[in-house]
């Protein structure tokens, strides 16, 4: 029958990636049962009821985050994933140790933690208190304080995978005992040697393997033996703190050595540590010298002795086979030769002498030289004989050991049979000598291995009559490959037998908790792995004792071997088969079944050396080597053949030695030994197989938990009553579940453990709950109640079926009191809108009796303005007589007049035309008598020009030249200047000579009209029915006077045009003369500053900075095709910076060529741009992008000229500034000068550029280098000025300041306007048009919204945006973007002229002078940087509270700190995981927390980079907001949670409380201070398509933020992207958010506006981030696409109705 749970019961489900996953209940039946996991909340999945599920508790958290037990046995629910959780969760803190009972695991954290291991924290562990903090130190003590306390030897055994740290963690504890059992804290020569057996042993045990670069290649016992002090006369009372024993001596047993590693490694492997240092030290010597004066890396005072090491016959490690089976052959961060002088430094310390020394090198060296012996074969295959070319290697391998020369080859190639009639030398071929000599190098290996560990035992000292001692037992871990031979089933049976010794260890220990509890229990519900142990060793069907008898049966095979054990053990429950692999069995073992191939099983188990080769040692005339073989046990019986004779002639058998029976014996003793003593369990964990820190893997944690036995202490501690909780918490949790009757008489007992005994015999006939097969399935002890998992699960159901019953009937009260209240708000808002109809009906009605009055009053002005336009058109009309027939007098004198004056024209035109033909042919034959003059003289000049050059003096010459020609300039400046004040004077003249016509001509005006009354007068005399008579001569008499009048101002009129024109004409050239002026005046500056040589300005001021942000190349090299400009730069980089010119020598051949130059102590930015046509385009769009462009042509090309003059309109058109550079190189080389030197400056002049020659860069270069952007001539800034009229500046700018002040004011309000709802989000910053006014809606206040510049830098989604720098600058604040592809670009958005006269003058102080005007257009924005460092999409974006520097995160695992103006990256923090989110502590600039994906939060000193703090959550922290009081951090996660944490001191963060917002994730928190009579709120955008008002409440105490309560959820279309929202202080507030359906969501959040939605449309995709400015008048929005729109209010105030 299916387990059936309550719906929302917490639980664990398979997971692929994560092994186990979070998840709840939804529903649960017989057939199924249906979850939502943590990975998606909205999703279900079905699971089988027969699928593995585990209960899983509600996170606990305390002051330091996501609570982290010590010991996982107090876990409510004990199980795998429970323990993988919390070791995670603890990893990701970096506490790396945590207690399982009595096993303490460590994970290997692969960096060093600080404070972890100093000599403080280890002082601070010898104590005769025990603590519960787990620690090796804390283990380490527990087994000092067993021997000192209980006078009970003690064991560490210290177990776990290559890689996990089992070599540092046995460090730590020999440190520990050494420290603890010294004396007064001084260590002895006892406890030196101890300490230094370790790096020894490293370095003939230890080879880097696939998983670790320093793995223990065997295993060893390290016995520490300890005494009282001498003089010590205390008597020891058994389980009382007794005497801090002392160290006195050790004992090294080892077990297992990998030999097979000296002649095979794997790619990426390395053989033993001590090849590769001693080939490093020999290779270091001179050439010929074989002795290593020691030391040499090592100070003096730190060794014991100098000495001379000898080390012949080893060389450069490529020159031996042995060393390049791999192509691994260093280690990261690790120096061969300084770890052979440790090596060398260890062994004196150990006491091993230096003649030993010297042959135990001999010894390695021969291994390395006996690996390079190579085989021929002879007679046909059958016979084998060493090469030539390996005789050296195999004269110093005979030489190292002592042997007779040929005496090597002769055992190596041969084998002797011993028969009855003698013996029989047979060869051997080319594999098998092969495989002789390859047991010869690992035989001798393993001897030097044996001596070694021999003598530090001897050296050290063991005392026999000592008893107590503290073991340490360093072991390989379980194994489990593809490939499994011999060397793994010696290795877990090893772990077998520790498991098996574990089991029965926390056996004992929970027999002793369940009798101490008084509770009755039942042996069979613990495992046992001793059948798996006795399948391994049982004496004859044991696998090893078949293997040892295959080896001695006549031809055994591996093959015949697994036939043996399947036939054997065939139906074994430990045993299987893999029918397709026949020579394959399986062992399935505590861990997991491992499948082991039989293939070379026999070799390895013989290990066997030929006895040619024994005796061949064994006969070494070196005393040394001949020693070591015969005192060695296997090699003894061949060697002391006397002895032998003797044995078998007393009767005894000659035993035969494997390694699987000396492995066996070995581990039956030391298990012998662990059995006496009491154990201390340490497993060591990888946590990731690339060996970096803080990444955990799942996966690869969960098998080693499996194989280490950890998850096996799980099923043993809770095998009897897995879920154990105290009487309290019993009677707490499941009270309300119990009859109400029976739980109110059990209140009133006292006694906790009898009421949960009566609770819980009441329930167990209450819920009917099942009896276990062995007993009860609940008991009651004497501090705790135990649970069987059905009796805890039956109990857990019926509690949570009454919770969500209970949660039902309170969800449903709550409902109907909201629903009664909307109703009663309803009828109420029904009233008062009632009562507003009924108001504008009324309205209604008297606007329309005022519009009938207004009608009667309309329709009598209609009719007096009819009446006045009748009149108006007789008189019209007569006027129009009158007009008639002026008209026709007027034209017939008209007509007489034209005809004299055409006739003076036509003559005036014949007479000119003759004298225009008489200068036209004087004209043409002096240009032509001029032309010849100058050719002749030209000619002339030309012949002396190269005469002088022929002659020494010609330089002195051309100095003496060019002053003339610098006299001449300065006259010319001269003349210029007086040319200039002449045409000022000429100007005033003609100026007064204008307003004297103006006044003659204003008098004739009044005459003209006095005679024009006159005319009207006599007119309306004629028109008199009185007057009929009228004198025809005075009549025409004024006719005349008026034409005489008409025709003199006729002429005035047009003298005065002429005037004006001429002026104009004037002022035209003496601009030009001006400019022309000024030109000359840079040009000779140009000079002068290249001619002396000036130092180039090594950073530009604020305002050139401001004028050129976006131009990021300083100088651009144009123009046509070989006129020389690579040639140029070439020679400026040969004079300047030659570091460069190997770069510019590989990129000359690019058609534009980037390239940056040392000038001075500033670095230029230089584009060379090649001349060919299909690149025109191409340079041309750097125009923009460049602030000068040096347009270079030649002097003898006209062609190249007039390709410059083009090049140079576009780039002035451009903006940049410009150089018309003539290089003269062709001209010195005597070609002619072809283009006018004049012309050239005078079109230059023309459009602002300047013009010079020469043969050089350098003085060009540097001269506008020193100018400021501001004095560079700018097209867009002259044609600025030309708009504005001269003396216009200060007078126009004034007014509309004022202007501008005035129209703030009515948005400023008084202070009894302040808050009002009405106002709109965001205040107006910029004044609107009549036409903008008449299209908007009157009632939609966001109308005045409007979207007023569009910015975008790529295709790339922005993913958030800020403002900053906001009371730095009064012209302009910044607004930094952020994209998905990771490039950051701030942007300097300039203020409008309402901005600027609203700004209050202290926050100003700082001079602001040097910062450019504002623009007069206000959509003008500049890009101030652009930051390029991350590699993936940035999470955050904000300034730091100095806003000097800019802060990003990315999901590149990267915090990076920039500075704002010039880009550069500062620092960059790296973490394991991306980082969503950072943020400042307000009281402490030096410190940011950043979150991770890990779910942690670590607080990192920006100085040094140090993590002083790291605090867990549940789930990753995507948002971090302060409050205002800068004291409590809310962090939002993914889970849709908000915690708080108290930022108690600058350097900590305290865990508060913790609230469930949403089922989605939090992307963004918005902090809103107390205003309006609202309290402090958050506005939080989650991903389950709200954005939620979320009220703070602070105290009590007072200040101390205490709750969050939701105050209103609003909708905004939010399910995928990570969505921002911020907070306009405009009115009352508002909330504005981004949102998916591509619109910008705004909501009221004044007080009366029930949450008012109003949007903005602009995007045609979702928008992501949205943004404020600090003065509330700038609005950001960015999209998916990468637009950035900008937004404000007009201002429509100015404007009259």
Known sequence: MATHYAQGTLIWVKHDEEVWMQAEIVTSNDKEIIVKTAEDPNGRVVLAPNEPVFLRTSDVFTTEGLSVLDDLTQLTHLHEPAVLSSLQNRFDIDKIYTFTGPILIAVNPFKIISGLYEDEVLQSFITTKPTPKPHVFNTSNSSYRGICDRRKSQTVLISGESGAGKTETTKHVMKFLACAGSHDGKVTAVEKQVLESNPLLEAFGNARTLRNDNSSRFGKFIELQFQAPPGSQSIHQPGMSGENLRLCGARIRH???????????????????????????????????????????????????????????????????????????????????????????????????????????????????????????????????????????????????????????????????????????????????????????????????????????????????????????????????????????????????????????????????????GIPWDALDFPDNQDSVQLIEAKTTGVFSMLDEECIVPNGSDQGFCNKLMKQHKGHRRFDEIKTKPTWFVIKHFAGPVSYCTDSFLDKNRDQLSNDLIECMGGSANQFVAKVFRDDIKFADVLNKDASQDAKVGGKKKKIYTVSSEFKDQLASLMDVVDLTEPHFIRCIKPNQQNVPDIFDRKGVTEQLRYGGVLQVVQVSRAGYPVRINHQECWDDYKVIGQHKVVSELKHIDDNKIRAQKLLEHLNTELNIPAAKNGKSWAVGKTLVFFKQTAYERVKFARNELLIKSTTLIQAAWRGKTQRQKFIAMRLFTRHVQALIRSKQAQTELRHKRAENSAVKIQAQARARLARAKYKDILQKIIKIQALRRGLMGRRYAKEYKRHTKAAKIQALVKGKKDQKIYDALKESVVVAQQRWRMKHAKAQMRKLK?????????????????????????????????????????????AKVKSLEDTLEEMGTKYEELKEGAAQAAKLAADNSKMVVEAEKMEGLNKALAEKDEELAKLKQELQEIKVQFAKQEESLKAAEANYQQLLRSTAMQSVGGSGGQVAPAQSQAGRANRSNRNVFIQLVGAQGVGKTSLLSSLIDEHDPQAKNNFDEQKNNLMVHQQIQIGERPVKFLDCSGNQRASHLVKEWFARSQWVFVIYSLTDPKSYEKALELMKDARQAGAGVVLYANKFNVNQGQQVEVSVQEAHDKASQLGAYSVEGVSLTDSVKFVASQSDQDVPDSSQEAGASNQGPGSPDGGKRSSI????????????????????????????????????????????NADLRPVQELQDSESAVTCICFGQERLHRTYILLATASKDGTVVVYRCYRTEMEIASLPPEDFRQNDSSTAPPPADHSNIAVHSRLVGHSRAITSIFFNLLEDQLVTTSIDKSVRFWNVDSGEMLKVFTDSSPVPVASFLPFNPQVFVAANSNAVLRLVNVQNGMVLQKLKVETEVRALKFDDTGLFLLAGTKSGSIHVLEATDSNALKFKFKVQLARGGVTCIAFVPAAYGQPPCLLVNTSDSSATIIDCTYGPPAGVLTNLAVRHRVRVAHSLLPLKCCYSPSGQGYLISGSEDKEVYIYSLAKGANYKMNYLKHHQVPVVAVAVNLQDTLLASADSLGRVVLWRRMDFSHLQE
């Open 255 to 517: 077990y297992l050595l990998e030999k097979v590693r000296v002649c095979e490694q794997q790619e990426g492997e390395r053989n033993y540590h001590i090849f590769y240092e001693a080939c490093a030290a020999a290779a270091s010597l001179a050439a010929g010298s074989k002795t290593y004066q020691f030391p040499k890396v090592m100070k003096k005072e730190k060794v014991k002795a100098e000495m001379e090491v000898d080390l012949e016959g080893f060389a450069e490690l490529s020159n031996f086979a042995y060393l390049t089976r791999s192509t691994c052959t260093t280690l990261k961060d690790q120096d061969d030769i300084t770890f052979f002088e440790y090596r060398i430094n260890a062994m004196q310390t150990i006491g091993i002498s230096p003649e030993d020394m010297g042959e135990i090198l001999h010894m390695i060296a021969a291994v390395l030289n006996i690996g390079n012996i190579k085989y021929d074969a002879t007679n046909g295959s059958e016979g084998s004989a060493i090469m030539s070319e390996c005789s050296a290697n195999v004269a110093v391998a005979e030489k190292l050991l002592g042997i007779s020369s040929g005496s090597l080859e002769q055992a190596l190639c041969n084998q002797t049979r011993v028969t009855r009639d003698g013996k029989i030398h047979s060869p051997l071929n080319v594999r098998q000598a092969a495989d002789n000599r390859d047991a010869l190098a690992r035989a001798l290996y393993g001897i030097v291995f044996n001596f070694i560990v021999s003598v530090a035992n001897r050296s050290i000292g063991f005392i026999e009559d000592v008893k107590l001692f503290v073991g340490v037992l360093d072991i390989f871990g379980f194994e489990c490959f593809k490939m499994n031979s011999f060397e793994q089933l010696c290795i877990n049976f090893t772990n077998e037998r520790l498991q098996q010794f574990f089991n029965s260890f926390v056996f004992k220990l929970e027999e002793q908790l369940y009798e101490r509890e």
């Open 1298 to 1341: 004022s202007a501008a002040i005035d129209s703030v004011k009515s948005w400023f309000g008084g202070p009894q306007d302040r808050g009002k709802a009405g106002t709109g989000v965001l205040r107006p910053s910029l004044k609107g048009t009549k036409a903008m006014k008449q299209a908007r809606p009157n009632a939609d206040h």
């Open 947 to 991: 005469q002088e050059a022929k002659e020494v003096g010609a330089l002195m010459a051309k100095a003496q030249k060019q002053q003339e020609q610098a006299a001449e300039m300065r006259k010319q400046n001269e003349e210029m200047e007086a040319h200039q004040l002449q045409l000022q004077s000429e100007k005033k003249t003609l100026q």
